[in-house]
């Protein structure tokens, strides 16, 4: 069986691109039920589905509000090690009002900082965030999360 592409398919692969949609992220955690309680609770996230599956496997899946992708956090599920998972990231339209209502929640969040000339920085008077402001922070497990702003309607 060959596996060479002719220029022809490749044109015509092109023409009908194919979609591919993340709609879900695997998250490690240690506890599902305090991860729940962050994710939901803390962050604000949607509960959509919580179920035992079996005894080895339960399975929730969250979505942040406005999201097109969930995260799903379980038992039997990742080979991951709780808290092994870096640099996840949520956008936003003002990184100073989802930061300010983060950390109301209880979410351990970083200050506003901006990416400038490759090194971060605290925000100053003027700054264009979108695109280069961020905030941290992680989950109870370790698990870490950037809140970006990106303009509106991008």
């Known amino acids: 069986m060959s596996t060479d592409v002719t220029e022809e398919q490749v044109s015509s692969k092109e023409a009908k691109a194919m979609e591919l949609r993340l709609e879900v992220v695997v998250v490690p955690v240690s506890d599902v039920d305090r991860a729940k309680a962050f994710y939901t609770a803390k962050l604000g996230f ?37 808290g092994s998972l870096k640099g996840l990231q949520l956008v936003v339209d003002d990184i100073q009002t989802a930061r300010a209502e983060l950390a109301e929640r209880g979410v351990d969040i970083s200050e506003v900082r901006v990416f400038d000339g490759g090194s971060q920085r605290a925000v100053r008077d003027g700054d264009d965030l979108d695109f280069a ?13 950037a809140v970006q702003q990106m303009p509106a309607g991008r």
């Open 46 to 82: 949607n509960a959509d589905v919580d179920r035992q599956v079996s005894d080895e496997m339960r399975v929730v899946q969250l979505t942040p509000p406005g999201s097109a992708c969930s995260v799903t956090i379980g038992t039997g599920m990742a080979a991951m090690e709780p």
């Open 133 to 145: 402001g961020f905030a941290f922070f992680s989950d109870p497990d370790g698990n870490s999360w």
